[in-house]
């Protein structure tokens, strides 16, 4: 018996993520969410019964976007728009945005002027990290439990969202508990494989993910054939949807063993401390999250520091989306941190259509360098 | 050679001097034992500022002035060597050249003590914040200022008058100074009466011939926006309108022969503003109202709750408020100032102004018929821009234009 099918499971689920979503729906016959799930709540739309699944556009080519979308607006929010233009979003009954950007306060703006019957909803997220902003989010976590009641005709229990939590949380002990394996001398899981996993949670129903997540758990330490690389590598960033981009660096012998990234540890590390007042602990956690949206430069670097020290890292690669501004911008802070930790860093901008082999060339390029 | 004589209004000839005044004044604070703050521009808390002796400066308006003078490359130069994109903010690697130690007009921007952002524009106002208060090792206050989706509402103006109240007690402490709020009210009183009076001058450009251009307008902008809550400003605005309203009286136009008017999006090309003249020589093309010059006086400020007051200021802006604001805010003005066109100016490395800018030009041809063209460069950086392409789509649009 082959001892990877587990892990290609993912890969499969996630692939297929517009497939089990629309099952999901008619099955269920309940509501799909479109979010960007590390900054949206997502304990909040299971409460109310529904399907959050993390927003994923097209990658290659946005000719109908672009009828509404400059050139210098980022490709994640473009390559959104382009699919839904292409009407192959159809089962999404809402979009939730966290007001993270330039980019997505257009996109918003521009969606609702293309398609004024959308539901469309964008959360707040803070710019600072101060008391008065935390009790203002923790408002605007509520308005939104509001709102999603009023979408869903279905009254949110604390009930309802100490389960949700309880799935989450568990959702999030599993990812960390593989990541841990990570650490190991010899990871039983590639950059991209895990990269797979986590996309795959924010695509997929979580109690389906749950199994399947224990079931790899159980499995894994047996897999015969481990991923090879010489190089232990974390890569930093937004949300890298595309397994491309990290299957680049992993093709040029690095082997990546954490991340920084919104569709990776981002996603699950912090764990809440305590669910007495459910909207709080919620609200908290995601205020909490150190991000280029409202964390102070210090918050960035001490959590790259711990990964890079948990993880034995050699290396950092800074995947980076072209005009991505936010992490443009910090890269000029956290690769001199890392620096003066003598832990050497790139910055791998990258912009669609994918110009695989030039990126290919930089990537050995660092990782020459790193051996 | 020009058709046309342009008038440029004495006024806008003074700005000149209050802009290398206004430069000086930090230094004298500092000389007085004053602080200094630098803030973003788009509807800053100034009153608060000087309403405590702190003189504000605003690295925006920095950027642009050292466009005008020619002196950006090596100040891009600096910051790109640092690490920062050349697809970022033109005003921010402008700006950081100097911050990092390059050789800057004016000797550089008296150096702050404390760093505010208002946070109601764009991304590049937290990081670019916190780019300077990371190099200047300065206290930053950032000032969370929630998107509008639908209406300002009370809990958005609380939440941004609670930080304002906590932003003053951030100030006491820098400066040892109490905030008198007595002081504050008469601040946003002078700031609210400066406004208004923009507001009439802004509004005298709905007779024909249009008494005051983009050229005058962008330079007459200034004290708004560097000197909101003070006397000087106030003054100045009611010399302005003065100087307008004769020419109104008298009948004359920024140009003498007026036909087309035109209507502005986006900020000015500061390398190139012969753009504009360009338009006014060979097409008797005059614009008649800048959303961006319009920013700074649509909000009135009531000064018995000043911290509310400047909350709903700072909301209150084209970029924080939902594109169906803008376009009823859009059709309203060319419906009122008889506008022919639109051009809108989409600056790269300017997300939160340019974004929409194709959408809105659909949407003025689609529903109002409006015609209208985006001219796309850079704010600030000129070494990708060309002139002749720019001239080139505003001949073809004067030409539709003409046709009409």
Redesign the interface.
């Known amino acids: 018996m082959p001892k990877d099918v587990e892990v290609k499971n993912f890969r499969e689920l996630f692939e297929m993520r517009d497939a089990v979503a629309a099952k999901w729906k008619k099955e269920s016959g309940k509501k799909v969410v479109g979010c960007i799930s590390t900054y949206i709540p997502e304990e909040i739309v299971y409460a109310a019964e529904f399907l959050p699944v993390e927003i994923i556009g097209k990658l290659e080519t946005f000719a109908k976007a672009d009828v509404y979308l400059p050139s210098f607006s980022c490709s994640f929010m473009r390559g959104f728009l382009e699919k839904l233009l292409e009407a192959e979003y159809e089962y999404l009954d809402l979009v939730a945005l966290p007001s993270l950007c330039d980019s997505i306060w257009g996109f918003f703006s521009i969606w609702r002027e293309i398609s004024p019957k959308a539901h469309v909803y964008l959360l707040h997220y803070p710019s600072q990290r101060s008391r008065e902003a935390e009790t203002y989010f923790t408002e605007v976590v509520e308005r939104f439990k509001t709102f999603m009641e009023e979408f869903s005709g279905k009254d949110i229990s604390e009930t309802d969202m100490r389960t949700a939590i309880e799935i989450y949380e568990q959702n999030r002990r599993l990812l960390k508990s593989l990541y841990e394996l990570r650490k190991k001398e010899s990871p039983p899981i590639s950059g991209v494989e895990a990269l797979e996993v986590v996309l795959s949670s924010m695509t997929t129903p979580k109690r389906i993910h749950n199994q399947r997540l224990q079931k790899l758990l159980n499995e894994i330490e047996r897999r015969q054939e481990y991923p090879e690389g010489n190089v232990r590598l974390l890569v930093s960033g937004h949300v890298v949807e595309d397994p491309n981009v990290l299957r680049v660096i992993e093709d040029s012998e690095g082997l990546i063993v954490s991340d920084d990234l919104d569709t990776g540890s981002r996603y699950f590390w912090s764990l809440m401390d305590n669910v007495a007042k459910p909207i709080e602990s919620i609200s908290r956690r995601y205020f909490e999250l150190p991000s280029p949206y409202g964390s102070s430069f210090e918050d960035r670097i001490k959590y790259l520091r711990a990964m890079v020290k948990e993880f034995q890292v050699e290396g950092i690669v800074f995947p980076t989306r072209k005009f991505c501004d936010p992490y443009l911008f910090d890269y000029t802070i956290l690769g001199r941190a890392m620096k003066e930790d003598g832990v050497p860093s790139m910055l791998l901008e990258y912009e669609y259509p994918l110009a695989k082999a030039s990126l290919k060339t930089r990537v050995e390029a660092f990782i020459e360098m790193l051996r | 050679m020009s058709r046309s004589t342009r008038r440029t209004l004495s006024c806008a000839r003074e700005v000149t001097d209050l802009v290398v005044a206004h430069y000086m004044s930090a230094l004298q604070a500092h000389n007085e034992g004053r602080h200094v703050a630098w803030s973003t521009a788009v509807a800053p808390p100034s009153e608060a500022l000087y309403s405590m002796g702190v003189q504000p400066l605003f690295p925006e308006n920095y950027a642009c002035v050292s466009t005008v003078m020619k002196a950006t490359r090596n100040m891009f130069d600096v910051s790109e060597a640092?690490?920062?994109?050349r697809?970022?903010?033109s005003y921010t690697r402008c700006v950081m050249g100097s911050v990092l130690g390059c050789e800057a007009p004016l000797g550089g921007m008296e150096k702050p003590d404390v760093l505010i952002s208002t946070?109601n524009v764009?991304?590049?106002y937290?990081?670019?914040w916190?780019?300077m208060a990371?190099a200047l090792k300065c206290p930053l206050y950032?000032?969370?200022c929630?998107?509008i989706?639908e209406e300002i509402q009370e809990?958005h103006v609380k939440?941004v008058a609670?930080?304002l109240r906590?932003f003053g007690l951030e100030l006491e402490k820098v400066t040892g100074r109490n905030l008198d709020e007595a002081k504050l009210r008469e601040a946003v009183r002078l700031s609210d009466k400066a406004a208004e009076l923009w507001r009439k001058v802004l509004e005298y450009r709905k007779f024909k011939p249009c008494p005051m251009g983009v050229t005058d307008s962008s330079a007459a902008m200034f004290p708004i926006v560097a000197s909101a809550g003070t006397t000087e400003a106030v003054e100045y605005y009611e010399r302005l309108l003065g100087e307008v309203s004769e020419r109104v009286k008298d009948g004359i136009g920024v140009i003498e022969d007026e036909k087309f008017r035109l209507l502005l999006s986006g900020i000015p090309f500061w390398h190139h503003l012969n753009l504009f003249t360009y338009l006014e020589d060979k097409y008797g093309a005059v614009f008649v109202y800048e959303l961006y010059t319009a920013t700074w006086g649509i909000a009135s400020l009531d000064y018995t709750k000043p911290y509310e007051s400047l909350a709903f200021k700072m909301l209150y802006n084209p970029v924080n408020m939902?594109?169906?604001w803008l376009e009823k805010w859009v059709t309203k003005i060319v419906k009122d100032f008889n506008v022919d066109g639109m051009v809108l100016l989409?600056s790269?490395?300017c997300?939160?102004t340019?974004?929409?800018?194709?959408?809105v030009q659909?949407?003025l041809r689609e529903k109002y018929g409006i015609p209208s063209v985006v001219i796309?460069a850079d704010h600030t950086d000129d070494r990708a821009y060309s002139d002749a392409q720019a001239k080139a789509k505003l001949d073809v649009f004067m030409e539709v234009l003409s046709a009409r």
């Open positions: 640092h690490g920062l994109s697809d970022l903010c946070k764009c991304i590049t937290l990081k670019w916190q780019l990371h950032v000032i969370d929630p998107r989706t809990f939440y609670e930080q906590n939902p594109q169906t989409s790269r490395s997300k939160a340019s974004i929409g800018n194709i959408a659909k949407f796309e």
